[in-house]
């Protein structure tokens, strides 16, 4: 894995507001608290999520764009991007991963954050076929789309966005997580990021109490012990 010194920029790419507070903003509270520049990618504005079960969904996407904002912030991330897909019909498609692979070239990562591309038969939730086409293309766009020069050869005739190697990848909702962090410092932060999403949450009286013994039960897993809580991840080398 690589030493924390040298984690300076991460990229997080998810597929709807909310992913990475759910999955990884226990772990992003603590890379800023260290300095470390975070960057949010979003491939959906999320414009089928919501509980009002209206036919009419408009307004939606601006809704949980302003959410998603107001998340972040919550842990001190402001560099938040939206691709603008259509919630529920992402795909691993050649113009996905040469948007992801846009971004990476910008960002320059050393490490990437994003959904595990495979199904995990324990729980169905983190599953999502938005989640795994997500991961699978973002994974595309780590080896070898942005690492290699001829790949989308017009993001460096056009844009001037040359080639970018990403050292290591950490895939979040995946069967076998291999690497636990201890997020009990940043576990207020990350509660306050998932509460910005109102939209998605404010029919779920127990809300606070079902995250805390999610990431609690977590910690267990992790053996941390009583009173702490963990995110999960399975870290990938990718350089
Ligand atoms: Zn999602």
Do not use: C
């Not at 226990?26 to 520049?37: K, N």
């Not at 969904?57 to 764009?65: I, P, T």
């Amino acid at each position: 894995m690589l030493p924390e010194t040298e984690i300076n920029r991460v990229l997080a790419v998810t597929a709807h507001p909310d992913d990475i507070d759910f999955g990884a903003a226990g772990s992003v509270a603590l890379f800023v608290d260290r300095g470390v520049e975070v960057t949010y990618l979003l491939v959906t504005d999320g414009d089928a999520g919501g509980n009002e079960r209206t036919l009419d969904n408009s307004g939606m996407a601006e809704l949980r764009r302003a959410e998603q904002l107001a998340a972040a912030k919550a842990v001190g991330i402001t560099d938040v991007r939206f691709l603008g897909y259509p919630d529920g019909q992402v795909t691993v498609s050649l113009g996905l991963r040469r948007d992801i692979a846009r971004v990476i070239r910008q960002i320059r990562p050393d490490l990437v954050i994003t959904h595990h591309p495979d199904r995990n038969y324990q729980h169905v939730a983190p599953s999502h076929p938005d989640h795994r086409a997500v991961g699978g293309a973002t994974l595309d766009a780590v080896y070898p789309d942005a690492r290699n020069p001829y790949a989308f050869p017009e993001l460096v005739k056009e844009e001037g966005l040359e080639a970018w190697t990403v050292r290591e990848v950490w895939l979040n909702g995946g069967p076998a997580p291999d690497h636990w962090v201890d997020i009990t410092e940043t576990m207020d932060r990350k509660l306050a990021a998932l509460q910005s999403h109102v939209s998605q949450i404010s029919h779920r009286e127990d809300f606070t109490e079902f995250v805390r013994t999610r990431f609690a039960a977590w910690a267990e897993q992790a053996g941390l012990g009583e009173g702490h809580y963990a995110e999960g991840f399975q870290v990938v080398t990718t350089a």
